[in-house]
């Protein structure tokens, strides 16, 4: 394939780009167009020489006008940037809702048939709620707006043989870049030479442990990402020894673009805005269907065409819950301030509500559960056994034990010498106060040096004390680094590397025994290292240098280390806490199937090996419903692409599926998720960009906290529904019985407006703070296809809008009959009504505990609601004019004697429905226990 195909797979549409590429194929090579990019070929797949020649470079890089005329064909080495999104944006987003469409039309129609006090009042509560919403929103694009900037960095790049430091946006196919440890890659490379290179993947791969990197042949096309190590990729940091690499793609054809590349599909919508959804399209119909029925019945009475219009557009809107919006986006706006004093920042409003919804957390290990900081936490030494190491990343200040006791002083003795020989035989260096600054250096390195620490040595007195003379890097090769210091007295070589390397030449010990302990500690998830030492005599004894040449015999073997990145101290109980809470937790990691399975297997996240998957696995499964991916609990060595049908399989298996993650890797998983959950502390900004919450302190254990404050919320809503679709219910009912009886208007349209605001204007947004019921975490997550209007609510419904319009027709027939006038029976009816729902809104307070077990100081804003809105009507009565547009009348004591039992009907009936609904379900819960005790 000659470079003309590259270019044309990399930049596939305009006809002028093939003609471009006339001028720098070869003779002879044909041209047409191709599609793809050059992502596509397998570069690792290749050998080094079959590189240079489809991409036309030298050892010695490429010409400038070369590489100018190739940036103009590929463009800028960048991610391409998505639009920010504007306030005007933001505050259309607000308005695509079913919901809100129902509540334009009705303000459209009312406008057109003069009631512009109404088509006002629904504009007033569009406005109010669009611009919470919006707020909220813009807040949250303004603290996460973090670009993609993986990729952008300075680079050594060989141009005409001649080193220059170039922006790495300039980088073009076919370029050649000098590395050293440090740098950032910043593009995809294959490796041309490599000496002692280890590039950190993490981010990408999911690998916790920096991978050895070698120039090498070629490597089958199907080899994992996380396993290419001929290769380099962007946004990966090379971490220790140098290199020479080709530059094989740029911008949207590396590795970290496919994963930029996956964000551009369809996110999925939040489950609080699917069933809202569904609630308005079966809430219109229901509208419909009502007003329908009111028309008909009232032409049939011989009613004018315009009142029949009035009083129908005035039912529609009382049974059409317009404070609904303003309610909703107030209780998500106090649940997501409640979620940022528990660490848990939300990006977009209706995501608030996702955590207490989900099923399913699928969470990356590195990071997520994990520290991301490789520390030493169990040693064996020769004659003391085994040794545990406490502290976790970091921490300087921990205590060294064996079964809980404290250390005999040989015991202590033989742990500082394995640590003064790692200490030595390192590169990195680590300043204890000194934050990210104060580190550089290999994950390894520094774990040893934080070992040294904790026992009590000052690593920079013993390096000066123990000058190096002479060291040798660590290789993939020869798979142990060793270095030769001058002690004073002699020189001593300290050596470090693979146990399977080391134990063989060491004296004194019983390799086999101490290889079976290795793979023991390995089978626990541990990465395990030797430490040996060899005195090589004095100043002027040759034998040192001939150790490093390779005569490592009569080793004194000092010990076994155990890394490992250990887990977050909160995320074993975080993730207790999800299952006692009915939400699985999945873990998703780039580490090899046994380290994944053992650190789950620490979690409580899976019990049998079984229960891993492997990312292969993942990708032989074609169809992606496979059962055994759906019902995995770990998934080990797993790519980006992996993490994507994961929760694609998850999805169509039924789950509402949390994606946790804080590498560039997970982003196109926490798109594709119900619910993405970043990392915003150590998180990568691609990462955070794909998420809809993130969390700021980096603790899984957070994502409990958002859990419980997701229900909180979701709960709250139900609550705000409950109360304005029951009034609703009853206002519609109260007509219907009326018209069908023969029963005169039971309130003019006016008056039902009026009661529409006064009951519902307040009451719902004050309902919406409520505060969190007990016991949330202790339920079942709903399922995830039960409707917001699910057998509860409606069951809720019906009965209490049966029991406030049946009660209140009844009254109004009885007013009629006693011969009271349609003026003056109007009048004490909506006085009825008003507090009617003003009794209700205790009933909604939670929908199975008894109102009165739950304290008035839960909400004081809701109590004021109350009493402000039955004070307002009252206080109508007696303000001149707006009496007389509503014909209110002051009601005398003997009728509010009659009123207030009445409306505590209600409050009774729904009170004896919450206690037999009580009763039924802890009837088998007692049969339980019983057969338990039995």
Same mark, same amino acid.
């Given at each position: 394939?000659?470079?003309?195909?590259?270019?044309? =797979?990399?930049?596939?549409?305009?006809?002028?780009?093939?003609?471009?590429?006339?001028?720098? =194929?070869?003779?002879?090579?044909?041209?047409?167009? *191709?599609?793809?990019?050059?992502?596509?070929?397998?570069?690792?797949?290749?050998?080094?020489?079959?590189?240079?020649?489809?991409?036309?470079?030298?050892?010695?890089?490429?010409?400038?006008?070369?590489?100018?005329?190739?940036?103009?064909?590929?463009?800028?080495?960048?991610?391409?940037?998505?639009?920010?999104?504007?306030?005007?944006?933001?505050?259309?987003?607000?308005?695509?809702?079913?919901?809100?469409?129902?509540?334009?039309?009705?303000?459209?129609?009312?406008?057109?048939?003069?009631?512009?006090?109404?088509?006002?009042?629904?504009?007033?509560?569009?406005?109010?709620?669009?611009?919470?919403?919006?707020?909220?929103?813009?807040?949250?694009?303004?603290?996460?707006?973090? /670009?993609?900037?993986?990729?952008?960095?300075?680079?050594?790049?060989?141009?005409?043989?001649?080193?220059?430091?170039?922006?790495?946006?300039?980088?073009?196919?076919?370029?050649?870049?000098?590395?050293?440890?440090?740098?950032?890659?910043?593009?995809?490379?294959?490796?041309?030479?490599?000496?002692?290179?280890?590039?950190?993947?993490?981010?990408?791969?999911?690998?916790?442990?920096?991978?050895?990197?070698?120039?090498?042949?070629?490597?089958?096309?199907? !080899?994992?990402?996380?396993?290419?190590?001929?290769?380099?990729?962007?946004?990966?940091?090379?971490?220790?020894?140098?290199?020479?690499?080709?530059?094989?793609?740029?911008?949207?054809?590396?590795?970290?673009?496919?994963?930029?590349? +996956?964000?551009?599909?369809?996110?999925?919508?939040?489950?609080?805005?699917?069933?809202?959804?569904?609630?308005?399209?079966? /809430?219109?119909?229901?509208?419909?269907?009502?007003?329908?029925?009111?028309?008909?019945?009232?032409?049939?009475?011989? $009613?004018?065409?315009?009142?029949?219009?009035?009083?129908? #557009?005035?039912?529609?809107?009382?049974?059409?819950?317009?404070?609904?919006?303003?309610?909703?986006?107030?209780?998500?706006?106090?649940?997501?301030?409640?979620?940022?004093?528990?660490?848990?920042?939300?990006?977009?409003?209706?995501?608030?509500?996702?955590?207490?919804?989900? !099923?399913?957390?699928?969470?990356?290990?590195?990071?997520?559960? !994990?520290?991301?900081?490789?520390?030493?936490?169990?040693?064996?030494?020769?004659? @003391?056994?085994?040794?545990?190491?406490?502290?976790?990343?970091?921490?300087?200040?921990?205590?060294?034990?064996?079964?809980?006791?404290?250390?005999?002083?040989?015991?202590?003795?033989?742990?500082?010498? /394995?640590?003064?020989?790692?200490?030595?035989?390192?590169?990195?260096?680590?300043?204890?106060?000194?934050?990210?600054?104060?580190?550089?250096?290999?994950?390894?390195?520094?774990?040893?040096?934080?070992?040294? %620490?904790?026992?009590? %040595?000052?690593?920079?007195?013993?390096?000066?004390?123990?000058?190096?003379?002479?060291?040798?890097?660590?290789?993939?090769?020869?798979?142990?680094? +060793?270095?030769?210091?001058?002690?004073?007295?002699?020189?001593?070589?300290?050596?470090?590397?693979?146990?399977?390397?080391?134990?063989?030449?060491?004296?004194?010990?019983?390799?086999?025994?101490?290889?079976?302990?290795?793979?023991?500690?390995?089978?626990?998830?541990?990465?395990?290292?030797?430490?040996?030492?060899?005195?090589?005599?004095?100043?002027?004894?040759?034998?040192?240098?001939?150790?490093?040449?390779?005569?490592?015999?009569?080793?004194?073997?000092?010990?076994?280390?155990?890394?490992?990145?250990?887990?977050?101290?909160?995320?074993?109980?975080?993730?207790? $806490?999800?299952?006692? *809470?009915?939400?699985?937790?999945?873990?998703?990691?780039?580490? @090899?199937?046994?380290?994944?399975?053992? #650190?789950?297997?620490?979690?409580?996240?899976?019990?049998?090996?079984?229960?891993?998957?492997?990312?292969?696995?993942?990708?032989?499964?074609?169809?992606?419903?496979?059962?055994?991916?759906?019902?995995?609990?770990?998934?080990?060595?797993?790519?980006?692409?992996?993490?994507?049908?994961?929760?694609?399989?998850?999805?169509?298996?039924?789950?509402?599926?949390?994606?946790?993650?804080?590498?560039?890797?997970?982003?196109?998983?926490?798109?594709?998720?119900?619910?993405?959950?970043?990392?915003?502390?150590?998180?990568?900004?691609?990462?955070?960009?794909? +998420?809809?919450?993130?969390?700021?302190?980096?603790?899984?254990?957070?994502?409990?906290?958002?859990?419980?404050?997701?229900?909180?919320?979701?709960?709250?809503?139900?609550?705000?529904?409950?109360?304005?679709?029951?009034?609703? &219910?009853?206002?519609?009912?109260?007509?219907?019985? *009326?018209?069908?009886?023969?029963?005169?208007?039971?309130?003019?349209?006016?008056?039902?407006?009026?009661?529409?605001?006064?009951?519902?204007?307040?009451?719902?947004?004050?309902? +919406?703070?409520?505060?969190?019921?007990?016991?949330?975490?202790?339920?079942?997550?709903?399922?995830?296809?039960?409707?917001?209007?699910?057998?509860?609510?409606?069951?809720?419904?019906?009965?209490?809008?049966?029991?406030?319009?049946?009660?209140?027709?009844?009254?109004?027939?009885?007013?009629?009959? =006693?011969?009271?006038?349609?003026?003056?029976?109007?009048?004490?009816?909506?006085?009825?009504?008003? &507090?009617?729902?003003?009794?209700?809104?205790?009933?909604?307070?939670?929908?199975?505990?008894? !109102?009165?077990?739950?304290?008035?100081?839960?909400?004081?804003?809701?109590?004021?609601?109350?009493?402000?809105?039955?004070?307002? @009507?009252?206080?109508?009565?007696?303000?001149?004019?707006?009496?007389?547009?509503?014909?209110?009348?002051?009601?005398?004591?003997?009728?509010?004697?009659? %009123?207030?039992?009445?409306?505590?009907?209600? %409050?009774?009936?729904?009170?004896?429905?919450?206690?037999?609904?009580?009763?039924?379900?802890?009837?088998?819960?007692?049969?339980?226990?019983?057969?338990?005790?039995?």
């Amino acid at each position: 394939m000659a470079l003309s195909h590259i270019l044309a =797979q990399a930049c596939p549409a305009p006809q002028r780009i093939d003609e471009d590429l006339n001028m720098i =194929q070869p003779p002879g090579t044909p041209t047409g167009k *191709a599609t793809g990019s050059s992502r596509d070929t397998a570069w690792h797949g290749l050998v080094v020489d079959a590189v240079m020649t489809r991409l036309e470079s030298s050892p010695d890089g490429l010409s400038n006008s070369e590489a100018e005329r190739r940036l103009a064909l590929f463009g800028p080495n960048a991610l391409p940037q998505p639009p920010a999104r504007s306030i005007a944006a933001i505050i259309l987003s607000q308005l695509k809702s079913p919901l809100i469409y129902l509540l334009l039309a009705a303000a459209a129609v009312s406008f057109l048939l003069g009631e512009y006090d109404d088509a006002g009042f629904i504009f007033l509560v569009l406005t109010i709620n669009t611009a919470v919403g919006a707020t909220q929103e813009w807040r949250a694009e303004a603290n996460t707006a973090a /670009l993609r900037s993986a990729i952008t960095t300075v680079a050594r790049v060989l141009r005409n043989g001649t080193v220059r430091r170039l922006d790495s946006h300039q980088l073009v196919p076919g370029d050649v870049v000098l590395l050293e440890g440090g740098d950032r890659i910043p593009a995809d490379l294959r490796l041309l030479e490599a000496n002692e290179v280890q590039a950190d993947e993490s981010s990408l791969t999911g690998e916790s442990l920096p991978v050895d990197k070698a120039a090498g042949e070629a490597l089958p096309e199907d !080899t994992p990402l996380a396993e290419r190590l001929t290769m380099l990729h962007a946004g990966s940091t090379l971490q220790r020894g140098r290199a020479r690499a080709l530059v094989v793609a740029t911008g949207s054809h590396t590795e970290l673009g496919a994963i930029a590349g +996956a964000l551009k599909s369809p996110a999925a919508a939040p489950p609080l805005t699917r069933r809202l959804d569904r609630f308005a399209r079966m /809430l219109g119909l229901v509208s419909l269907v009502l007003v329908g029925a009111v028309m008909a019945l009232q032409l049939s009475l011989g $009613e004018s065409l315009s009142e029949t219009f009035f009083v129908a #557009i005035a039912l529609a809107v009382a049974i059409i819950p317009e404070g609904l919006p303003v309610a909703v986006t107030i209780a998500l706006s106090i649940a997501t301030r409640r979620m940022a004093l528990r660490n848990v920042i939300v990006r977009h409003l209706p995501a608030v509500e996702g955590l207490g919804a989900c !099923t399913v957390v699928a969470t990356d290990k590195t990071g997520t559960l !994990t520290m991301n900081q490789l520390t030493a936490k169990r040693l064996w030494l020769p004659d @003391h056994g085994f040794v545990e190491v406490e502290g976790a990343g970091f921490e300087t200040s921990a205590r060294l034990h064996q079964e809980g006791q404290g250390l005999s002083d040989t015991a202590h003795g033989a742990v500082r010498s /394995l640590a003064r020989s790692a200490a030595l035989c390192n590169d990195a260096d680590f300043d204890p106060d000194g934050g990210k600054e104060g580190r550089s250096g290999d994950a390894v390195d520094l774990a040893f040096l934080v070992l040294a %620490l904790k026992t009590g %040595l000052d690593t920079g007195v013993l390096r000066k004390t123990a000058r190096r003379i002479a060291d040798l890097p660590f290789s993939a090769e020869r798979k142990y680094a +060793a270095s030769l210091h001058d002690h004073g007295d002699g020189h001593i070589l300290h050596i470090k590397g693979s146990a399977e390397v080391i134990v063989p030449l060491c004296d004194h010990v019983d390799g086999e025994n101490v290889l079976q302990l290795a793979d023991e500690m390995a089978s626990r998830g541990y990465r395990v290292l030797a430490v040996a030492a060899k005195p090589v005599g004095a100043a002027d004894d040759p034998a040192g240098r001939r150790a490093l040449d390779g005569d490592l015999q009569g080793l004194i073997l000092l010990g076994l280390v155990g890394f490992i990145d250990p887990l977050r101290p909160e995320a074993k109980q975080a993730v207790a $806490e999800c299952r006692r *809470a009915g939400v699985a937790v999945k873990m998703i990691t780039g580490d @090899h199937a046994a380290t994944a399975f053992a #650190i789950a297997r620490e979690l409580g996240i899976a019990e049998r090996p079984e229960e891993v998957v492997t990312g292969r696995e993942v990708a032989a499964d074609d169809s992606g419903s496979s059962a055994r991916v759906a019902g995995a609990s770990v998934f080990a060595r797993v790519e980006p692409a992996h993490k994507v049908r994961i929760v694609e399989a998850l999805k169509r298996a039924g789950h509402v599926v949390a994606m946790t993650g804080d590498g560039v890797n997970d982003a196109p998983a926490l798109h594709r998720a119900d619910l993405g959950v970043a990392m915003g502390r150590d998180g990568t900004d691609a990462a955070r960009d794909a +998420a809809d919450l993130v969390l700021a302190d980096d603790n899984f254990a957070s994502i409990v906290a958002g859990i419980e404050e997701g229900r909180a919320a979701y709960a709250n809503i139900r609550k705000v529904i409950y109360l304005l679709v029951a009034t609703g &219910a009853a206002e519609a009912l109260i007509f219907l019985l *009326a018209l069908a009886t023969g029963l005169p208007l039971p309130l003019t349209a006016v008056q039902l407006l009026w009661l529409n605001l006064v009951t519902n204007g307040v009451q719902d947004v004050a309902l +919406a703070a409520e505060g969190s019921e007990k016991g949330l975490l202790d339920r079942r997550p709903r399922p995830p296809r039960e409707p917001v209007f699910d057998r509860l609510m409606i069951r809720e419904t019906l009965l209490a809008g049966a029991v406030m319009g049946l009660v209140s027709t009844a009254a109004f027939a009885w007013m009629i009959a =006693q011969g009271m006038s349609e003026s003056d029976a109007r009048n004490t009816l909506l006085f009825l009504m008003v &507090a009617f729902m003003n009794v209700h809104v205790f009933n909604c307070r939670s929908e199975t505990r008894s !109102t009165f077990r739950i304290p008035l100081s839960n909400n004081w804003p809701l109590m004021a609601a109350i009493v402000g809105a039955q004070a307002v @009507h009252i206080g109508a009565a007696f303000t001149p004019g707006l009496s007389d547009v509503l014909e209110l009348e002051p009601l005398p004591w003997s009728e509010w004697l009659m %009123l207030i039992p009445l409306a505590l009907t209600v %409050l009774l009936v729904m009170e004896a429905d919450k206690w037999l609904r009580s009763r039924r379900s802890s009837r088998p819960e007692r049969r339980s226990r019983e057969l338990r005790s039995a």
